[in-house]
């Protein structure tokens, strides 16, 4: 007898695919890599940029509509913060002149005076440009550029001949500069005769330390190297009428108050004044 015919079963398997797992991930990594990589360069862009290059970046990005107060110190804003009153020179200045009656030209004052000194900063920044472009222009001194310091301060800009460890801009105990020391004074001088300043000299030393031999008195030294700054810029040109005083500071001024034996308390400080605007005869009544 024959065996019936079994029919052939076939069994195919369909496997599944796998869920897709997405790509968010992915894209919040890309975002933080760019995130850090806009970090780091911002952090350089800052080590890089000198305190002149910050300040006018601030001047530029400041909101003109609010206004600074010492809030807020140690935030973000590094002790300025944003009055809630808003700005304080959206009042027009007649107001105050219709409420009072008079005007005895206060106001007119204190907004040329703003005006006044809006300009002497500008002008002080173009005064720190040209002096270190004089400079530059002198390769021969490039080994003195750490011995060079040329900052703004709230009376003008200072120019300050500063002694370094291993590099000194006077003999010690000598009132007599070193020629490195002259070719410095004479490359600026020119620049100095075109600036409508006036000049301040002074100069600085630093303490000896105890149970150590002072070269030369203080007093004397100081003042003497100061006289002798002055002398070789009156040598290059310079009028006596652009000098304000010459002076000598000892031992009591000191960079480092904390270390007053370190070697940049020894310096000479040209300060380019800012004008003096004259007080209106009524201000004080």
């Known amino acids: 007898m024959d065996k019936p015919i079994q029919p052939i079963i076939i069994k195919k398997v ?3 695919a796998h869920a897709h797992h997405g790509g968010a991930w992915k894209i919040a990594y890309a975002d933080f890599v760019t995130a850090m990589m806009a970090f780091f360069l911002l952090m350089w862009l800052i080590s890089m ?3 002149e290059q910050k300040n006018g970046l601030a001047e530029y990005f400041a909101p003109g509509a609010t206004s600074p107060t010492t809030s807020g110190a140690g935030g973000v804003l590094m002790g300025t913060a944003l009055d809630k009153s808003g700005n304080k020179s959206a009042v027009p200045r007649d107001a105050a002149t219709e409420a009072t009656g008079q005007d005895d030209g206060r106001s007119n004052w204190w907004g040329n005076a703003r005006d006044r000194a809006a300009a ?3 002008a002080n920044h173009s005064a720190i440009a040209s002096i270190r472009q004089a400079l ?5 001194i490039a080994e003195l550029s750490r011995n060079i310091v040329i900052e703004p301060t709230k009376e003008g800009v200072d120019v300050s001949l500063v002694d370094q460890d291993g590099r000194s801009m006077f003999p010690e ?5 070193y020629e490195r020391t002259r070719r410095v004074l004479e490359a600026i001088a020119p620049t100095l005769r075109r600036l409508p300043n006036r000049l301040r000299v002074t100069g600085h030393t630093s303490a000896s330390r105890p149970g150590s031999m002072r070269a030369g008195e203080p007093w004397s030294l100081t003042t003497g190297r100061a006289l002798a700054v002055r002398d070789i810029l009156s040598g290059a040109g310079l009028p006596s009428d652009n000098f304000f005083s010459v002076v000598g500071r000892a ?19 040209i300060t380019l004044l800012n004008a003096e605007p004259a007080l209106p005869p009524n201000l004080l009544r």
């Open 14 to 16: 369909k496997k599944a």
């Open 49 to 51: 940029t000198t305190q």
């Open 120 to 122: 002497s900063e500008q």
């Open 136 to 140: 530059q222009n002198m390769p021969d």
């Open 173 to 177: 105990g000598s009132v007599d500069p």
């Open 251 to 269: 031992d009591t001024e000191p960079v480092f108050p904390d270390n007053p034996y370190l070697s940049p308390n020894r310096r000479v400080t």
